[in-house]
């Protein structure tokens, strides 16, 4: 038997056994209770009768023992009565002598005071013992009522399973070159502390979701050797006012007596937003602004030389209160960007260490089909190709297998049940050609690198996909009138193809392209009638996802109508320019159109030979 199971034996065993004893006490104290109340003449009856074994006579009562058979019949050991004032002792004593019973003397009760205090004592100490080993038990447990102030952080350290290094953290070498100095800090701190230097008390760790933070810091901790607490910002505060503050301080304490180590809180913000903008409103949290006080006055109060350092991270640094950034607590701030190319690559060696690759399988090419992604997205991809290998009982993940992961995550589920009529079909077809003939003729697109007709996600009937060639931090005028212009090609192509008939399927085009327009206009200034100026005053966290933003009106209503004149100008010249695209190479429209009605999925190969099969009756 496990050891943690024959323990809970035991312990139900041991129940068991105390609710024995005290049903037995229960039983034993209501049969041998006080004596039975009966009147004089009832007393007298029984007497008479026959049914008592013994009596005993005081100055104010008659107690009589119950003979073993009437016992059984009144359910009780001994009866009392009060005696008259009216029948004098000779009278009763005749009486008594007349029945042939026993006379014991006088008694002040019919039991002694020992068995009528166990009947009560006994009871109560079994009550009290149950309750306090429970508290015990819930107290060792860690958790309960009586835990509430009590950190709920998990400790690793050296006897940790999973011990995590900066081996198995890739994409974010900058991030990284930073804490191997937090590394160094926790294994010799006297190298900085003997040219006065002091060290970091909080690190803060700044980025999306999934870049990688918590990673990180318990890298950091396996690296130094030290224990490392980890809690999240939410864990700290609940309804009851004061607990958040309690935590605190028990988490600190249990700290310092490990150090060096690690504290790292997770989801900072969750405690740690700014209390100005709360000041005043109507659903303040007083709870969480106790919270953030006590973690400022417990970071100001410990002694950094003693190897404690602090770690956080957030995805929303802009809504934290001022005072934790301030040196002296949160010194350093670590910001964790996307990985670029090489950076995907490294990350996806490291989540398919374990997993077995067949040699065709090219991760570089993996990594230029995922530009944005992050770690948790990568580490996503690599475990959905290796379901997918597996489903279909392979012996090695393919290449194949990661593509298909990858438009599992960026286009969604292969919808199979969603039939299309074949002139659905065909006007989906031109709507994609379109694209792709549209990125084919402008020279600042990116490659195309697939194209399909096949229904994905909740809304998609079709997709074209396009791959960068290279990582872009920076778009210049041309280069985003293109991308619009590649979104407006599948709306041009239908209207072409079908007379001016146009339908809903480009509506996420044009959603896009008009954003993008109006951004030219109102952000980038690409517009020389608004001069070189912004509108608005975007409200958008750097490291949220794209789209969460909302914006601050700056200007006037003559303006926003000269906004939206510039924004229509815009996307009218654009898709004016994608209509004559299309129409001077409406035969090339249509030989993409017919061969992928037919393949319904074509790469950029594919097409790149049809193109240059249509162009080859010309060049003869």
Same mark, same amino acid.
């Given at each position: ?15 068991? !056994?105390?609710?024995?004893?005290? !049903?037995?006490?229960?039983?034993? =104290? ?24 013994? %009596? ?5 009562? $008659? ?20 005696? &008259? ?40 100490? &079994? ?10 038990? %819930? ?6 009522? $009586? ?38 800090? !926790?294994?010799?701190? *006297? ?45 700290? %505060?609940?309804?009851?006012? #004061? ?24 989801? $900072? ?20 602004e106790q919270t953030l006080n006590q973690l400022l006055v417990e970071m100001d109060g410990f002694d950094a030389s003693k190897g404690l350092i602090i770690m956080a991270a957030t995805n929303t640094p802009e809504v934290l209160d001022p005072a934790l950034l301030r040196p002296g607590r949160f010194d350093r701030q670590v910001v964790i960007d996307k990985p670029d190319l090489k950076g995907r690559e ?10 077995? &690759? ?54 969604? !589920? ?37 194209? =399909? ?8 009937? #079709? ?16 280069? /985003? ?65 794209? #789209? ?18 510039? %924004? ?5 010249? /654009? ?5 004559? /695209?299309?129409?001077?190479?409406? #035969? *090339? $429209? ?31």
């Open positions: 038997m496990e050891p943690h199971k024959k323990r809970q034996w035991q312990f139900t065993l041991l129940y068991l !056994l105390i609710a024995a004893a005290f !049903l037995y006490f229960l039983q034993r =104290s209501a049969t041998s209770g006080q004596p039975k109340q009966i009147s004089y003449s009832e007393f007298i009856s029984d007497l008479q009768g026959g049914k008592l074994a013994e %009596v005993s006579v005081s100055k104010d009562s $008659l107690n009589g023992k119950l003979t073993d058979e009437a016992a059984k019949q009144e359910n009780a050991k001994s009866i009392t009565a009060v005696r &008259l004032p009216d029948v004098s002792d000779t009278s009763l004593y005749q009486q008594l002598q007349a029945a042939h019973v026993k006379i014991v003397g006088e008694s002040d009760s019919g039991q002694g005071w020992l068995p009528i205090l166990l009947s009560w004592l006994v009871p109560l100490v &079994l009550i009290a013992g149950i309750w306090g080993y429970g508290l015990y038990r %819930v107290r060792q447990a860690g958790s309960g009522p $009586l835990t509430f102030g009590k950190n709920k952080a998990k400790i690793y350290d050296q006897s940790s399973a999973n011990k995590v290094t900066f081996k198995d953290v890739a994409g974010v070498d900058e991030a990284k070159d930073e804490l191997v100095e937090v590394v160094d800090f !926790l294994k010799n701190p *006297d190298k900085y502390q003997r040219l006065g230097g002091r060290i970091p008390k909080g690190v803060l760790l700044v980025g999306g979701p999934g870049t990688g933070k918590t990673l990180l810091a318990k890298a950091v901790a396996g690296e130094a050797g030290v224990p490392f607490f980890s809690i999240s910002g939410s864990e700290f %505060v609940e309804m009851f006012v #004061g607990v958040g503050a309690a935590r605190v301080r028990d988490l600190f304490e249990q700290a310092k007596t490990k150090a060096p180590c690690i504290i790292f809180i997770d989801e $900072l913000d969750a405690i740690g937003k700014s209390r100005s903008s709360a000041r005043g409103a109507f659903m303040s949290n007083d709870e969480r490294d990350i996806l060696h490291v989540h398919a260490r374990n997993v077995k &690759l067949a040699p065709a399988v090219d991760l570089k090419t993996i990594a230029a089909r995922t530009p944005g992604m992050v770690g948790a997205d990568l580490a996503n991809i690599i475990n959905e190709a290796a379901l997918l290998a597996a489903r279909r009982g392979a012996a090695m993940v393919e290449m194949r297998d990661l593509e298909e992961a990858i438009d599992r995550v960026t286009l969604g !589920l292969e919808k199979k049940n969603r039939i299309m009529t074949p002139a659905e079909k065909e006007r989906v077809a031109y709507h994609e050609a379109g694209h792709t003939l549209v990125a084919f003729s402008v020279s600042n697109a990116d490659p195309v690198y697939r194209v =399909s007709i096949v229904s994905r996600g909740i809304g998609a009937l #079709g997709h074209t996909l396009q791959l960068p060639t290279q990582e872009k931090y920076l778009l210049t005028k041309p280069e /985003i009138e293109d991308r619009i212009a590649v979104m407006m090609g599948g709306r041009a192509a239908e209207a072409l193809i079908y007379d001016g008939v146009v339908s809903t399927g480009a509506s996420n085009d044009l959603d896009r392209a008009s954003e993008l327009a109006r951004q030219m206009v109102t952000r980038f200034s690409m517009s020389d009638k608004m001069g070189v100026l912004t509108y608005g005053k975007p409200m958008e966290s750097r490291f949220l996802a794209p #789209g969460f933003t909302s914006e601050e009106r700056n200007y006037s209503e003559q303006t926003a109508i000269q906004i939206d004149q510039e %924004v229509r100008k815009i996307t009218d010249r /654009i898709y004016e320019r994608v209509a004559e /695209i299309l129409k001077n190479r409406r #035969g *090339d $429209l249509e030989t993409i159109t017919g061969v992928l009605i037919q393949k319904e999925t074509l790469d950029r190969d594919e097409i790149e030979a049809l193109l240059k099969q249509a162009q080859q009756p010309a060049a003869d």
